[in-house]
């Protein structure tokens, strides 16, 4: 069947392939018989719109072009954040109003400085420079794309008033037609005026009055000549130079760079600059917060986002409001829950906690915590979720993955928890320092011993580690494997909770993994789509099979399974954790403790929802004996269960991929599940008499049971290709070593419970 499909499919392709050049033929052939229609069609096109583009233009704004006042209005914006049900939530600059000072209280220092650096025949020109534009289109014919604008002070005014930041002919035209406009109702001094008014100077300051206070603490008329260059600066890039949030010594070479212009032009003398360049700006210390209370991570996170993509004038020029990802009852609900515990924990030295609950189906992110209290000034305002701690044993499952998605172990595999010394003198210690001698892969997966998981880290390879958890989306571990050495397993690298979240999402997934989300929709201020796509990129993404918005598969839905089905074993994990991570329905989960208690964390899901949590402390000092089952796991419980309520009870389906197989262990059966091909002869095929490691029960319960008194048993020798032998052993050493692995000395890590 399977081989039937990519015949047919090939065959589509290849038909799809002969239809696509005989029709590209076939419109170049057109072309030629056609040329002089062509052009003489195009030219009409092109004539019809530079005819028809003025008068529209002029009709639609015409209303906001009547006076100063009406300009101003239509530059008022802000970011606005909507949860995903559209209710807004958190405001970015919203409620600061532009204060408009008149030109007589602007200094002539301002006004000399911004004529000087950005449109020196302001006074002389028609609204726009032919000049300008020559080189602006020269500069893009050549890059491909509109990379200069070409733009006189008039132009800006007309952009930033009545057009959005988008740079398309379209808008650039209109714009040349506002400016013109502008310049026949409006003398230069008061086009000045309404520019200085409006142009962004950063740090969500409109306007050279809002700009002189969020810098420098004093009013516009105030300013001297060093302090006007240095925020006519500014302008060209007003995110990328401010001072209050980059290195402020580039903000001074953009002021004196305006200095020289000034004095080229003659607008200064030699000893003004000489005293402008000597004086050393004095900032203004009092930075506003923002006074929104729900979810500021998540909103600091998303702003963030945009400024990247958007650029931070467009996203509050054009007034985005952004329709997020965010459950606002789950978010109030887990801000009080992490809280609550944190403060409880106190009293062992845990200061601070976070969580990230996810959708696995689509990689939105319905909640985000960052810190237990957004208002404690020493830890609340560091998002914590996504700065880059170690994991602890919450990594384990990635590498176990990777080893069972290759076939180098099975569920049923025998591991050795036993005294062992790896390469680099390497001596792994479990968390209760016990050694149970062979387990089974079930048992050391759903118990969190450390050991075992360090033998399954050589089978597969440190290097591969690396490569598997950066296609489970964890990007802050680098490539090195000898930074690490076989302690990566134990979860010695940092990573972010929101990665390693979105990775237990792959596992609930299926192991198809999608890119962390958090915005759902982008509207500008006219209630127009941001992203909207034209018709040439539908076309072109058509014509490419574009797969970026798709899952990507990063284990099999096989391995997902096995992996889904050990971290849900209540009865498997009974061992070491009782009833500690058991919730009211079947959900898979692990935690995480880094060494000296640094760090708790609990991360599990079910097929439609993960929870990931993390308890500690920002400056990493140790808490008080606190471990994930008992820090973290307590915030976890308690979102799972709440968040699940009233929903369908869900298990992890079967894949045909895997098969039960019955197993002896004394005379008594039990069954385990193995990828096909990878599964041990049966208790029913005629074997040799041995006895056979039990593999606590796979299928999950919602009772803790008693542990099971285990003895030594046969060690399974498993390779990639072939199917697990048992073989009998009566002694406790480790399991040969089939892929050596060199490994720098690290300390033993803790992470279990």
Not at 128 to 143: C, V, W
Not at 273 to 294: F, G, H, I, M, R
């Amino acid at each position: 069947m399977l081989k039937y499909t990519k015949v047919s499919f090939y065959k589509m392709w290849i038909n799809f392939k002969q239809k696509y050049f005989h029709t590209k033929t076939y419109l170049q052939n057109f072309f030629k018989r056609h040329k002089r229609k062509f052009f003489l069609y195009t030219g009409l096109i092109i004539i019809i719109f530079i005819l028809l583009v003025p008068p529209i233009t002029y009709l639609y704004f015409a209303g906001d072009l009547k006076d100063k006042e009406s300009i101003m209005n239509r530059g008022k914006t802000g970011l606005i954040l909507l949860t995903r049900n559209g209710q807004p939530f958190f405001t970015f600059y919203q409620p600061k109003e532009i204060q408009y000072v008149s030109l007589s209280n602007i200094p002539i220092s301002i006004q000399q400085a911004v004529i000087s650096s950005e449109d020196k025949n302001f006074y002389t020109n028609p609204g726009f420079s032919i000049r300008g534009i020559g080189r602006a289109l020269f500069t893009d014919i050549f890059t491909g794309k509109l990379t200069e604008g070409g733009s006189t002070i008039t132009q800006e005014l007309a952009k930033n008033a009545f057009l959005s930041s988008s740079k398309n002919f379209l808008r650039k035209y209109q714009e040349l037609v506002l400016a013109s406009e502008l310049n026949r109702r409006f003398s230069k001094n008061d086009i000045l005026e309404m520019y200085l008014n409006s142009v962004y100077f950063g740090e969500g300051a409109f306007g050279i009055e809002n700009a002189s206070e969020a810098y420098f603490g004093k009013h516009a008329q105030n300013l001297d000549l060093s302090e006007s260059t240095l925020l006519i600066g500014l302008l060209p890039a007003p995110s990328a130079l401010s001072p209050l949030s980059n290195d402020p010594q580039r903000a001074i070479n953009k002021r004196d760079i305006i200095l020289m212009q000034m004095l080229k032009d003659k607008d200064i003398t030699s000893e003004q600059v000489t005293a402008a360049e000597n004086e050393k700006p004095v900032y203004n210390p009092a930075k506003k917060q923002e006074s929104n209370t729900l979810a500021p991570h998540f909103a600091l996170f998303v702003r963030d986002q945009l400024i990247a993509k958007y650029g931070e004038e467009r996203v509050i020029r054009d007034g985005f409001q952004v329709r997020t990802t965010l459950n606002e009852d789950y978010q109030k609900y887990a801000q009080t829950v992490v809280r609550n515990q944190v403060i409880y924990l106190k009293r062992n030295n845990a200061s601070n906690g976070a969580a990230v609950v996810m959708d696995p189906k689509t990689g939105e992110i319905l909640t985000m915590v960052g810190s237990y209290d957004w208002n404690d000034a020493k830890f609340g305002q560091t998002n914590m979720s996504i700065i880059p701690r170690q994991p602890g044993s919450s990594f384990k499952p990635i590498i176990y993955a990777d080893a069972l998605e290759k076939k180098l172990i099975t569920p049923a595999t025998i591991l050795q928890d036993v005294v062992t010394t790896f390469p680099g003198n390497y001596k792994p210690l479990d968390f209760d320092k016990r050694f149970r001698g062979p387990v089974s892969v079930r048992r050391a997966l759903a118990n969190s011993l450390n050991i075992p998981a360090v033998e399954v880290m050589e089978k597969v390879g440190v290097q591969e580690g690396l490569n598997i958890a950066k296609k489970f989306g964890i990007t802050t571990l680098g490539t090195s494997a000898s930074q690490y050495g076989l302690s990566l397993v134990l979860g010695s690298g940092e990573v972010k909770l929101l990665d390693l979240t979105n990775a237990y999402a792959t596992f609930a997934n299926n192991g198809a993994i999608n890119e962390p989300k958090s915005i759902l929709e982008i509207k500008d201020k006219y209630g127009k789509s941001v992203d909207s796509p034209n018709i040439l990129t539908l076309i072109l993404n058509f014509l490419s099979f574009s797969k970026s918005q798709q899952s990507q598969s990063v284990v099999s839905q096989n391995t997902t399974f096995l992996i889904s089905n050990i971290l849900s074993d209540n009865r498997a994990r009974a061992e070491e954790f009782g009833g500690a991570l058991t919730i009211s329905r079947t959900a898979a989960v692990k935690t995480g403790t880094t060494d000296n208690f640094r760090d708790a964390l609990t991360i599990g899901y079910t097929p439609s929802l993960v929870v990931g949590v993390w308890v500690g402390n920002n400056d990493n000092t140790p808490m008080d004996n606190i471990a994930g089952s008992l820090g973290a796991a307590p915030i976890w419980r308690l979102l799972m269960d709440n968040f699940l309520s009233n929903t369908p009870l869900e298990t992890f389906q079967q894949p045909l991929g895997v098969v039960n197989q019955t197993l002896c262990l004394n005379k008594q059966t039990y069954t385990e599940y193995f990828i096909a091909g990878t599964q041990p002869q049966s208790c029913f095929q005629p074997t040799p008499t041995i006895s056979f490691m039990p593999s606590l029960s796979p299928t999950p319960t919602n009772k803790p049971s008693e542990p099971l008194t285990l003895s030594p048993t046969p060690i399974v020798s498993t390779s990639p290709t072939q199917t697990p032998i048992f073989t009998p052993t009566s002694t406790l050493a480790p399991t040969p070593i089939t892929q050596p692995t060199t490994h720098q000395p690290s300390p033993t890590l803790l992470p279990t419970l």
